[in-house]
């Protein structure tokens, strides 16, 4: 097995399968400074390696994926691309971005007067309609660990509060899918 020709220096960081035949790699380009990184996605379909161009954002700065999972033929990201939390699928064809859930994309202060934010570190998922994400966010009355889950149809969205007693909260409405 050979990787196809590379021509950037860098690193791998992740990498997730769900068959021998379905193998994704998550690597980053060496650069003096974070804005000149670009992420690069490879994928082995049991015979061959090839690259799959990975949406950049114009002006956005470096992509940072921090979370990669594959199941049932989907291949989930997740991470930042500035403050923005990014959840992206790939279903075989093309990438298709998902909505973070709204704590994470509305504005205000969280606490001390940062502005609010989410940070996505892992994600699982266990089929296209069964996905967990992961990480840590912070808005008003609100500063500790997150963990989303999307089911497809009917998404839950419980947050768990640092600290104490756990305080789950669920709502319909918000998933990494919508």
Known sequence: MQLPPIDWHGR???VAADSPSNVWVVGTTSADSPEKQATHLLHYDGTAWREVPFPQAEGKG??????LSVAGGH?????????DVIVEEWDGRSWRSH???TECR???DSFGGMPNFCTFTAIKAFGPNDVW???????????????????G?????????????????T????TPST
């Not at 470096?62 to 979370?67: K, R, W």
């Not at 997740?78 to 403050?83: D, L």
């Not at 009917?154 to 909260?169: D, E």
């Open 106 to 108: 509305t504005g205000g």
């Open 133 to 151: 994400a992961a990480g840590h966010g912070a808005w008003n009355g609100f500063n500790g660990p997150l963990l989303f889950h999307g089911n």
């Open 99 to 101: 909505r973070a859930p």
């Open 171 to 174: 709502r319909r409405g918000a």
């Open 12 to 14: 791998f960081g992740l």
């Open 62 to 67: 470096f992509t940072l994926i921090t979370g």
């Open 153 to 169: 149809t009917a998404p839950h969205h419980p947050a768990l509060r640092a600290g104490g007693h756990p305080r789950v909260r």
């Open 75 to 83: 291949t989930w990201v997740v991470g930042n691309r500035q403050s």
